[in-house]
């Protein structure tokens, strides 16, 4: 698990070979084979990403009215490169929005949706709230956490899936729900989730049970939270089944809300 007095850097290398940063020795960035020709030795973009991503950045940002409020929006975009907040993206986001390091890593560091280390290809989030717990969530987390062989925001060796404990899923008529890349797979139990997981290891087509029906890449999702839609937040159904039983229920008896 994360957080050991004992990890080293080689702890936080990807397989998949992208710049990985020890969150114990913020600063020091460890450029793993394959991305030399993305990333410098010194953590830094090179001339074509970092031209990609002045492009990108520079239309994001022009949405604000001050600067400094497009960094949450930005720290996705760099996510959306890396597959997590590197050392080289907190500099960019810092320099793009004239800030010092200190105010993003500051940032970076709140949120949970901000990663310290690279994610998989699937972020797979389990819901451990108190109605999904109850339902079955912790046994859930128990048996996939086991049957991938990593915990909490780590990454399978293939880099293929990465595993989150959620809060809540604001879905708590589906329970227990799990999430891949933020889309909702509802009404799972451990054996549904394991198959879940086998199935996107395998490559095969897996679809939400909600939304769009095409499951994007970690990379892909963060792109999108970046305010740079992918055009797919208007298919499939957003509510359904329970979700909707009150709404029946009201417009058989003819209820209404008071009018203000």
């Not at 957080?3 to 998949?16: L, M, R, T, V, W």
């Not at 960094?71 to 960019?92: M, N, T």
Request: aromatic letters at 6%; charged letters at 25%.
């Amino acid at each position: 698990m994360s957080g050991s007095q004992n990890e080293s850097p080689a702890d936080y290398a990807s397989p998949k070979g992208s710049t990985t940063l020890n969150p114990s020795e913020e600063g020091v960035a460890v450029v793993s084979p394959g991305e030399e020709g993305r990333v410098t030795a010194r953590g830094s973009y090179s001339p074509e990403v970092r031209e990609r991503l002045e492009r990108d950045a520079k239309e994001i940002i022009s949405r604000y009215p001050k600067t400094r409020s497009a960094l949450l929006p930005l720290l996705h975009l760099v996510q959306s490169e890396d597959g997590y907040v590197s050392d080289a993206g907190q500099e960019f986001c810092a320099e793009m929005l004239g800030l010092t390091k200190a105010e993003v890593v500051g940032v970076a560091t709140f949120y949970t949706m901000y990663k310290r280390r690279p994610m998989g290809d699937y972020h797979v989030g389990v819901c451990v709230n108190t109605l999904c717990a109850v339902m079955g969530g912790d046994q859930i987390w128990d048996e996939l956490s086991e049957h991938v062989g990593v915990g909490h925001d780590e990454t399978s060796p293939d880099g293929r899936v990465s595993l989150e404990r959620l809060e809540c899923n604001a879905a708590c008529d589906f329970a227990p729900v799990m999430m891949v890349n933020w889309e909702f797979f509802d009404n799972q139990t451990p054996a549904s989730a394991k198959q879940l997981v086998d199935d996107l290891r395998d490559g095969k087509n897996v679809s939400p049970t909600r939304g769009p029906k095409k499951l994007c890449t970690f990379k892909e999702a963060s792109r999108v939270l970046a305010g740079l839609p992918d055009d797919l937040a208007g298919d499939g159904p957003s509510a359904a089944g329970a979700s909707l039983e009150g709404l029946k229920v009201a417009k058989a008896n003819g209820w209404k809300a008071p009018e203000a």
